[in-house]
């Protein structure tokens, strides 16, 4: 089980969030103007990283707000949470690393 | 019992108090303070259990939980008997019964071991290569049969009688392990202030130091142990968990640990719970959970009366129990000749004392020649004899180049002492992802870094004495303190590691060459000997983690904890690569087998699952309702009269919603409030439907999509005022639906000034429908107008109803006038009693999910999860009505504009009737075009719902058919056991399609 | 026509000793700006925090922070009508959701020197007084159950639960506390 630090209340147990998969995958702010293309990429497509990987947690079971992190897969260890909106805080380290180049 | 086998004086037994107990129906004698091994030992009991896979008469090795062997079930009454637990763990209680494992009929006598004498043809990967063909007869034949003559014990056959508890812990330091380095941390960081919780797996504290004749001795301080213990007991900031086993190392500084609580008692409680779960996350940790002596791999070295040389030593010293009459020691290390020096004090001849070594001058075997003890430097064991209890042993002197050369001398003796060296217990720190180093001057693989806060100490990270360890812990508990945040006084260096056990780790003595050797056993439980491991190495495995697969090496339940070394250097050798390029296998949890019970701990029975009830379950269940499982609800489904079938009781329920009234608990429907002043923008995103032209007061029926244009959910909404919402959501829908709405609204549309509360459980949901619903209101309601005009269809008003005050739907998801009462959650079960008794006098009837499952499909009404599937459009569903065409977007709306969305080929929701009114379809059945279609048929859909109508008089069932809305008044074709079956594709609305009743 | 106005039945709480379940009483959802939360604690006359887990309170009414916008706040069962009208007239004008939970749940309290104990046997927080000091509030989950857990005291803490799940949660503390009152 992760401890994992909620922007709002602090270090709280995994038993309290959910994952809430890939972050900064913004919803097109156009729909419309999409390509079929493009809106099954923003649906579906979804990296698979070893390494660190931005993703969303909410804390589901505490303040109930949405947030961000960064893991590293292959350790579980967090380098950072922030809040939503916020830019990744740790810029050296916030270049996912992809599987694959 | 047999007095020449218990020491006289000495050990850590009460000597006052004798326990009596069974083996195998057989009435022995122990003193309080024995484990079952030491207590059988003390009786001359060595033969114990059968191996796993050539049943080979087999005897206690350890003294500890690395037990591979000595595996017995435990009866405490005819419900209470638990499988496979170590005999050198098992505490004695007065009345224990105790039963060997593995054999049949008797221990003495197994008939499985004639797969011993097959054993030449048994070699690893046998089942593999042999039970291949006929491919069905694996299922029905060959693993039957393997698994009933191989295995452990007996599964439990009824269910588990005992409770068990869960216990969340925090601390800043938890020490794992009780022995001097781990009782030295504990105290340091008690000291320094921290919160400290000392776990360890015994009874006692004390750990390597319960085995020593003089514990002060080997720490160089003959009072410390005493009153570290005691200190450590008396600390307010101190919790010490004995016979607690940390089994299992998870992220972050979680560990579990299991803590017995019952099982070495007599009479145990049955209030009180059998064990406790601890998951207790720490800041820091400190892992002292020392070292496991390794035996020693040569022919024949399995037989009862052959263990460790470290077990023999502990039963002397702690259980005051003399191993054998005549003992030979075989050694690669100075170590052992403790334990000869032990016994020869203790009254035990020493018939020889076996060092593979060419010439050894320590200390210790210094002082066993001074005590006369006849060392055999240079020596290799090359046989053993005797078929329950070890007989004698074979020895061989070697050459100059190790090979044994000399002539074959036999030794008498009852017991064979084996030291092959230690290896430190890294399973915890490995768990926690922590890497292992091979250190070459100790022979062993020690921890490295570790990934989480926490350190090693004592023997587990290779600092073997005593009073070193001590000092090892003393160090580290210091240091966890400070770096958990305390302030610290001085902290004291590390000790130095060692001492160095003398000889390499080969893994198997020197034999002679050309000659295969056999029954030199690696893994004692899993039946493993060093030939099987050649074998795989010459069918050209080479990576560890396949050779373990392929011979099941280290596989069992104990996990190798004395195999997996003497493996690797076996392996290594004979692939000639070094024992660290070789590599280690992954330790997983448990450390040792975990009692399921530990892991359900309250969750069993009533509290398996929060059981959510309505506030009108109690009436309900005084009437008799059948309730059914909805996620965690329970929902009353029908309720029966004295005698009532089902089927009769749905029947009469919907025949009185349709002629008369009927009264129906919707309390489970998700409620959700939205408000804020962009609550209809947000509204407007979500929704397909266009919400800015919803009047206050009035409602309508909502579809959510997720972004890929799939139904995800459904409900009315009613606008309660320009800035607020009522949305309902199905009943298992409320929790996601709320947490989707979130999800855009906190991370899409933050800018929205609108904010979301669940309310599903504020309001208890009154559903009066029926041709007299408004009849059986009109003396109830007050402030509001029931008539058609004020109050139409998709309505709702603010009101009381008998002075509580309530909202009041006009909506029906039955086809008939409706209205759903609202009320405060506390009056619900007041109101509906109400409503009731009001309505007695017009045939009111109160009626269950299923009769509301019949009269919505009558109508064609969907269920979001029956009628829809995750693929499921609302064009496809019929509902392409509902669209808010004008709006410019909303979740869903690009998906469904993909070409595939509008295939005139997609599923569709149709009706079906069967050419046989009476034959009710079965729910998820297919349907195809040809009527003589036989399996494999291709469906072009299926059935969703399926109900046998009264009002119909005849079977109704909603279908998902490609293509369905083409195919009105076709003839498709439903496969069933019986025969495939005729239906009429219809339209999916079966009653009063222009919906004048529910406009009533 | 019978008057039902005082007919409330709470939902089903088992007993234990040391967890009582709490009279009914009053409660309010808000959920909004800093302006919102500020109008409405000096409505009710408590003092303001923005302190994230912390409640405040005040002649038997408290606020207790939620989330960053959301504010659970409490006040005896009578004050219902007075309250939603002075925080209507407070808020006006103010970005903000009120919504009536009155029903929605219901509160128990453990207390004793093992409350902390009793109550980790399905929480997973640490409750130690420095790491869960009075005054301290948060939702979170006890078993298999959602909670709001305040600690009102070094010995109290006041649970306020999903009235669905009371059953279960209480059944829950009433077997642990069997092992603690042994």
């Known amino acids: ?101 | 019992m047999s007095p020449t086998l218990r020491t006289p004086s000495g050990g850590r037994i009460n000597r006052a108090r004798t326990v009596r107990f069974t083996f195998d129906g057989r009435e022995l004698r122990g003193f309080e303070g024995d484990t079952l091994a030491s207590a059988l030992l003390a009786n001359g009991v060595h033969l114990v259990g059968r191996s796993f896979k050539y049943h080979r008469p087999r005897g206690v090795l350890t003294a500890g939980p690395e037990e591979p062997n000595a595996l017995v079930a435990i009866r405490r009454d005819a419900v209470r008997v638990t499988p496979n637990l170590r005999a050198t763990e098992v505490e004695l209680y007065e009345g224990l019964t105790a039963h060997s494992q593995n054999r049949w009929p008797s221990l003495k006598l197994d008939v499985g071991a004639v797969n011993g004498l097959l054993s030449p043809f048994i070699p690893a990967g046998f089942y593999y290569k042999t039970f291949m063909w006929p491919r069905r007869a694996w299922k029905r034949l060959y693993e039957p049969r393997i698994r009933a003559a191989a295995g452990l014990g007996r599964a439990p056959e009824h269910p588990d009688p005992d409770s068990y508890s869960n216990r969340f812990a925090h601390c800043d330091v938890l020490v794992v392990g009780g022995g001097p380095a781990g009782l030295a941390a504990a105290h340091a960081a008690a000291e320094s202030g921290a919160r400290v919780i000392l776990c360890d797996e015994q009874p006692q504290l004390g750990g390597s130091l319960l085995c020593e004749q003089d514990p002060g001795a080997a720490l160089e301080d003959g009072a410390w142990l005493a009153r570290t213990i005691a200190g450590l007991m008396a600390h307010p900031r101190v919790t010490v968990l004995t016979r607690t086993t940390a089994f299992g190392y998870f992220p972050h500084n979680l560990l579990g640990l299991e803590q017995r609580l019952t099982d070495h008692l007599a009479q145990p409680d049955p209030a009180q719970p059998r064990e406790r779960q601890w998951q207790v996350r720490a800041r820091e940790v400190v892992l002292a959970t020392g070292a496991i002596e390794r035996p020693l791999v040569f022919p024949g070295n399995d037989r009862p009366g052959i263990m460790l040389a470290g077990a023999a030593r502990s039963y002397l010293n702690r259980y005051g129990v003399l191993a054998g009459r005549r003992a030979v020691l075989v050694t690669v290390s100075d170590e052992a000749y403790r334990c000869a020096l032990d016994l020869h004090r203790a009254g035990t001849p020493v018939a020889a004392i076996i060092d593979v070594r060419p010439q050894v001058a320590g200390e210790l075997p210094e002082a066993a020649r001074r005590a006369g003890l006849p060392v055999h430097t240079g020596t290799t064991v090359v046989g053993t004899a005797g078929r329950l209890r070890v007989k004698s042993i074979r020895i061989r002197k070697l050459d100059a180049h190790g090979e044994p050369r000399g002539a074959v001398e036999r030794i008498a003796c009852d017991l064979v002492l084996m030291s092959g060296g230690h290896t430190p217990s890294a399973h915890l720190f490995s768990q926690s992802r922590g890497k292992l180093h091979w250190n070459e001057a100790l022979q062993a693989f020690l921890p490295g870094e570790s990934p989480e806060r926490a350190r090693c100490a004592g023997a587990c990270r290779g600092i073997f004495s005593a009073a070193a360890a001590r000092r090892d812990g003393e160090n580290a508990g210091t240091l966890a303190a400070r770096d958990a945040g305390l302030v610290v006084g001085a902290v004291i260096g590390e000790p130095a590691l060692g001492p160095a056990h003398g000889a390499a780790a080969s893994g198997e003595l020197p034999q002679p060459a050309g000659r295969p050797v056999s029954k030199a056993f690696v893994d004692w439980q899993n039946d493993v000997t060093s030939r099987d491991l050649l074998l795989a190495a010459r069918e050209g495995f080479r990576s560890i983690e396949h050779i373990k697969r392929y011979t099941t090496t280290g596989m069992a339940t104990d996990q190798g904890k004395t195999s997996n070394l003497n493996a690797l250097a076996i392996v290594a050798r004979q692939i000639g690569k070094p024992i660290p390029e070789v590599g280690l296998t992954t330790f997983r949890m448990p450390y040792t087998p975990v009692t399921f019970g530990g892991f359900a701990g309250y969750s069993r029975g009533e509290l398996f699952d929060p059981v959510r009830t309505t506030p009108i379950h109690d009436w309900a269940a005084g009437k008799g309702a059948v309730f059914e499982d909805v996620g965690l609800w329970k929902r009353a489904r029908y309720f029966p009269r004295p005698g009532e079938s089902m089927h009769a009781a749905v029947t009469r329920e919907c025949q009185a919603v349709r002629a008369h009234c009927g009264l129906f608990d919707g309390s489970t429907l998700g409620k959700i409030e939205v408000v804020g002043k962009d609550a209809v923008t947000f509204m407007n995103r979500l929704y397909i439907n266009g919400w800015t032209s919803l009047a206050v007061g009035r409602c309508r029926y909502g579809i959510l999509l997720r972004d890929d244009g799939f139904i995800y959910d459904d409900g009315v909404v009613a606008r309660i005022a320009e800035d607020r919402f009522h949305v309902t959501t199905t009943t298992g829908g409320a929790a996601r639906v709320l947490a989707m709405m979130e999800d855009y609204l906190q991370t899409e549309w933050p800018d929205l000034s609108v904010w979301l509360t669940s309310t599903t459980e504020q309001w208890a949901v009154i559903a009066v429908q029926g041709p007299s619903a408004r009849q059986v209101l009109e003396g109830l309601v007050q402030d509001v107008d029931l008539s058609a005009a004020a109050l139409p269809h998709m309505s709702v008003a603010p009101g009381r109803i008998c002075g509580v005050p309530m909202r009041l739907f006009r909506v029906s998801f039955t086809g008939e006038l409706g209205f759903e009462i609202n009320v405060p959650a506390d009056f619900g079960q007041a109101v509906w009693e109400a409503v009731y008794e009001a309505g007695r006098p017009h045939g009111i009837t109160p009626y269950g999910t299923e009769a509301m499952h019949v009269l919505r499909a009558e109508k064609g009404y969907i269920i979001v999860g029956q009628d829809t599937d995750g693929t499921v459009t609302p064009d496809d569903a019929g509902l392409a009505w509902a669209v808010g065409a004008r709006k410019p977007d909303f979740v869903g709306k690009r998906a469904l504009e993909r070409p595939a969305m509008h295939s005139p080929q997609r599923k569709q929701l149709v009706g079906l009737l069967t050419a046989e009114p009476h034959v009710v379809l079965e729910e998820g059945a297919q349907v195809v075009l040809d009527a003589r279609a036989a399996p494999p048929t291709r469906p072009i859909g299926h059935v969703t719902s399926s109900y046998y109508s009264a009002t119909l008089g005849r079977s109704i069932a909603l279908a998902l058919v490609r293509g369905g809305r083409a195919r009105m008044g076709q003839t498709l074709y439903v496969p069933t056991p019986r025969g495939n079956l005729a239906v009429q594709v219809t339209s999916p609305i079966f009653y009063d399609p222009k919906g004048s009743r529910q406009n009533a | 026509m019978r008057d039902l106005s005082a007919a409330r039945q709470g939902p089903y709480v088992a007993a234990s000793p040391l967890v009582r379940p709490l009279s009914p009483m009053t409660r309010l959802l808000l959920r909004g700006g800093a302006d919102a939360r500020a109008a409405a604690l000096a409505a009710l006359g408590l003092p303001f925090t923005d302190t994230a887990c912390r409640a405040v309170c005040a002649s038997g009414r408290a606020g207790l922070w939620l989330g960053p916008d959301e504010r659970l706040l409490l006040a005896p069962q009578s004050q219902l009508m007075e309250l939603s009208e002075r925080l209507s007239a407070a808020l006006a004008g103010r970005a903000h959701s009120l919504v009536d939970v009155t029903h929605r749940q219901c509160a128990l309290e453990v207390s004793g020197p093992q409350a902390g104990v009793l109550l980790n046997c399905g929480c997973p927080l640490d409750l130690d007084p420095s790491a869960f000091p009075v005054g301290m509030c948060t939702r979170t989950v006890l078993a298999k159950a959602e909670i709001v857990l305040w600690r009102t005291g070094e010995h109290s803490f006041h649970l306020e639960v999903w009235r669905s799940f009371a059953a279960y949660v209480s059944k829950v503390l009433a077997q642990a506390a069997r092992e603690l009152t042994a």
């Open chain 1, 1 to 101: 089980m992760l401890l994992i630090n909620c922007p709002y209340c602090g270090e709280r147990p995994e038993l309290e969030f959910v994952h809430g998969g890939q972050a900064h995958i913004a919803r097109p702010g156009s729909p419309a103007e999409c390509s079929d293309q493009q809106w099954a990429d923003y649906l579906y497509r979804r990296d698979n990283i070893k390494g660190v990987h931005a993703e969303r947690w909410r804390h589901t079971h505490g303040c109930g707000r949405f947030f961000n992190a960064l893991r590293d897969t292959t350790s579980d260890q967090f380098l950072a949470t922030y809040k939503i909106g916020e830019q990744p805080p740790v810029p050296a380290q916030a270049q996912p690393r992809k599987a694959t180049a």
